[in-house]
């Protein structure tokens, strides 16, 4: 049967209660109040005039070159949080319904992350280069254009020589000019993509879920939230204790021995490697920060508070204690260090590019190589640190 596509204003209901009876009554406030975060971004999304099919919106009323940044954002985070609580609470859901829920919901969010992943990681290279040759500022990501994925020319820059600098002044330019045009090209395209699938079927079939999810929480063998406390197999705590102990796990194994020193020789001469397989000592990391948001997000639904930032950074959360915060912070900046000198890595591969511009691309992959073992180091420091918790 088709999937009738639910307005979001149909099923938008009041604020969860900030003090549930129950275990069962605070996952489904919890997972109503991010479905409502969904719907009211998705209605933001409609509002501001996006033609999320890819038609020109010509017809449409001009909406700021950051709405569809900022609803994208705010879809992201709410798919992230339902997706996450589904994965940690879901002995206490229905498993068929969690286990088809799940997936899409991170696909979503995935699909939506890539196109400001890739502006952030051009421009986090571009400061880098400029910082290290010591030139002008060189020129920064291109904003897309509307909704059209047109890129906009940057402004002219011209590099000065610094006379302590070398042969590093003269490839940056270059290095600077090869991944504008290699990282643009990729985010035009997950503009697209992003676009395409806010458009699509499996989409709105995602949003129609939601819609009902906002209204109707599937319990385990109950259906809706009428079933007391007693009549689930396991409560909050529990779960999200198993949450916390996974994370404890992950980073004990993590060698923060080697983190704990500020330069970490083994891992910048893999990343010199011409072999482009992701680095082998940044899973670990990668995998600890998927973690600590799960134990980020599992927190909030045992307090009953739902954070709705706006900031840019994945670390949006005020429920948690302020080791937690600085130590997602450190992650985050992790993750985006690895990114960056694996795009610098790629971007050095390129064939037949002039010897000052790869050795502008080398210098710049170990800059952001030992901003991962900056961001270990700060991650280690923060996590040995007593919880306190915010006022």
């Known amino acids: 049967m088709a999937q009738r596509h639910l307005d979001p204003t149909d099923r938008a209901p009041a604020k969860a209660v900030a003090h549930p009876a129950s275990d069962t009554d605070a996952l489904a406030s919890y997972l109503r109040a991010q479905a409502t975060e969904f719907l009211r971004a998705l209605r933001r999304h409609r509002e ?3 033609s999320p099919n890819g038609a020109s919106p010509a017809t449409r009323p001009a909406a700021p070159p950051t709405t569809h940044v900022d609803t994208a954002r705010a879809l992201r985070r709410a798919a992230r949080r339902l997706s996450g609580t589904l994965h940690t609470f879901q002995p206490l859901l229905d498993a068929d319904w969690a286990e088809g829920m799940r997936p899409e919901l991170a696909w979503l969010s995935g699909t939506l992350a890539m196109e400001h992943a890739y502006a952030s990681r051009l421009d986090r290279l571009l400061q880098a280069l400029h910082r290290l040759s010591g030139s002008a500022p060189l020129p920064s990501p291109r904003a897309v254009s509307g909704r059209t994925g047109a890129a906009a020319p940057p402004p002219a820059t011209t590099p000065t020589a610094h006379p302590d600098r070398g042969n590093l002044t003269v490839g940056a330019a270059k290095a600077g000019a ?13 503009h697209s993509t992003a676009l395409q699938a806010l458009g699509s079927s499996r989409f709105h079939a995602v949003a129609d879920k939601v819609a009902l999810l ?86 909030e639904v045992l307090t009953g508070e739902a954070t709705g930032h706006t900031a840019d950074t ?10 937690l915060l600085a130590a997602g912070e450190a992650l985050d900046l992790h993750r985006d260090a690895s990114e960056a000198a694996a795009a610098a890595a790629q971007a050095a591969r390129t064939p037949r590019i002039a010897p000052a511009t790869a050795y502008a691309l080398g210098v710049l992959h170990a800059d952001q190589r030992h901003e991962v073992e900056a961001a270990r180091y700060a991650f280690q420091h923060s996590w040995h640190k007593e919880p306190i918790r915010l006022p």
């Not at 090869?178 to 035009?188: I, N, S």
């Not at 198993?242 to 500020?262: H, I, K, N, Q, Y």
């Not at 994945?314 to 080791?323: F, L, Q, Y």
Request: with cysteine; aromatic share 2%; charged share 20%.
């Open 214 to 299: 906002a209204s109707e929480v599937p319990l385990r063998a109950t259906g809706p939230l009428t079933a007391p406390a007693a009549a689930t197999p396991a409560g909050l705590r529990p779960l999200a204790t198993a949450a916390e102990d996974r994370l404890t796990d992950a980073v004990a194994a993590l060698p923060l021995v080697t983190a704990g020193s500020p330069y970490n020789a083994q891992a910048l001469v893999h990343g010199l490697s011409p072999d482009p397989s992701p680095h082998p000592q940044d899973a670990p990391w990668h995998q600890v920060r998927l973690l600590l948001r799960l134990h980020r997000y599992a927190l």
């Open 48 to 50: 501001s005039g996006a």
């Open 314 to 323: 994945d670390a949006d959360d005020d429920c948690a204690d302020v080791r």
């Open 178 to 190: 090869l991944l504008d045009r290699q990282l643009t090209l990729a985010r035009t395209r997950a």
